[in-house]
């Protein structure tokens, strides 16, 4: 794919030159304020639950649905700002964004600092087919053996059949985040810092995700993860385990859907290219990003991390209450390098970005030629 000339011209101080500088200083009051409002919601939404009447069977059936899915929206929040904590977005402080990224996200069973460190590989390489940690697509030959197939049959056979790919999407949906944690699935092949042969997982010290300095970051990670089962059990013998499993995992899967579903979106897109070692570099992969829309939710509750998130990749500091700003400072620099795809129903971008956007081709001869990928 050609890249446009913006791409190639704009450096990263240019593009943090036309930002204000108001946009790189987090508040920490405004910070707390998002972090206590949607405590406040997780905390009604429990109260609300816990007191449902004594409805008919299926009206209560849909009372819980109904928690589940908007507890999981405020938990994605939470999630989200847990986040901004891991990049240093939500104060000045390091030791109390720390503090605080540990706390929500050990409370959603996240373990920060693991996921922290491999998050920043992430930033660090977006877009590189061998570096980059998470959603590395299939080139053309791994998807052929994937299917047991030849690649001159691989395209004659065209797209998945529409129920399979849905069980494919539904089965991703509800187990990637833990795929990835536990099995370090979609990172790149050299995005490890240590080589070996053992499982990369985000719960091991020693295993290859992590340098010996970072050993002590992953035991405290999980000990937020064992005290917060702790307390699940603790409550599970108070109120009974199936109030567990409506209060709190099924929230905890949602949750995962939308992280999962966000992040597919944002570095998943039949224009977004990746590229070899040789053709990447910082500014390509940053902008190999889209943003996209949910609506007032994704705006509300999910603090424009899906609307805003080509500026996140450039500069992760910018906390997000001022990434619009900062997104509207830098677009007319990027010109058609800026991607944003906001006129398509959320899902329904989803549904096409999971049948489309199967393995990555190479423009020109991954090993002779440009290093660049397209998807197929």
């Known amino acids: 794919m050609a890249q446009n000339s913006t791409q190639k011209d704009t450096s990263r101080n240019e593009l943090k030159a036309a930002i204000p500088e108001s946009c790189f200083q987090p508040s920490l009051p405004g910070s707390v304020a998002y972090l206590a409002r949607d405590v406040i919601y997780a905390a009604v939404l429990v109260y609300g639950a816990l007191h449902i009447p004594n409805l008919p069977a299926r009206l209560r059936l849909v009372a819980w649905a109904t928690y589940g899915f908007c507890q999981g929206l405020v938990g ?39 996921w922290k460190i491999t998050h920043a590989r992430h930033h660090r390489f977006t877009g590189h087919m061998e570096k980059d940690t998470v959603f590395v697509p299939p080139t053309e030959d791994q998807y052929a053996s994937r299917k047991r197939t030849s690649i001159p049959k691989l395209k004659e056979m065209g797209q998945d059949a529409p129920i399979v790919t849905l069980l494919t999407l539904v089965g991703h949906q509800l187990v990637g985040w833990q795929m990835y944690l536990f099995l370090y699935k979609t990172g790149g092949k050299s995005s490890t810092p240590r080589r070996g042969h053992d499982t990369s997982s985000h719960f091991n ?58 992040t597919c979106m944002h570095h ?45 990749h450039l500069f992760p500091r910018i906390p997000f209450y001022r ?36 393995y990555v081709h190479d423009t020109g001869g991954f090993e002779e030629a440009s290093g660049i990928l397209e998807w197929r």
Request: include cysteine; aromatic fraction near 16%.
């Open 323 to 358: 990434a619009e700003e900062a997104t509207n400072a830098v677009k007319p620099l990027l010109g058609g390098a800026y991607r944003e795809e906001k006129n398509q129903g959320f899902f329904v971008a989803l549904w096409r970005t999971f049948r489309e956007c199967r």
């Open 205 to 262: 010290p020693h295993g290859l995700l992590f340098t010996p300095d970072q050993q002590w970051q992953v035991v405290l990670s999980d000990l937020g993860l064992l005290l917060m089962a702790g307390v699940l059990c603790y409550i599970g013998a108070k109120i009974g385990a199936a109030n567990v499993l409506l209060l709190y995992f099924v929230p905890y899967f949602w949750v995962h859907h939308w992280i999962v579903a966000i």
């Open 76 to 114: 994605t929040g939470l999630w989200i700002i847990a986040h901004e904590c891991g990049h240093g977005a939500f104060s000045s402080y390091r030791r109390l964004n720390d503090a605080v990224g540990w706390t929500v996200h050990s409370i959603l069973l996240v373990p920060y600092f693991s």
């Open 268 to 312: 998943t897109h039949p224009a977004i290219p990746y590229y070899s070692g040789r053709a990447w570099t910082f500014i390509k992969g940053a902008l190999g990003t889209v943003d996209r829309s949910f609506g007032f939710i994704g705006r509300h509750f999910f603090h424009d991390i899906i609307d805003h998130h080509v500026i996140h």
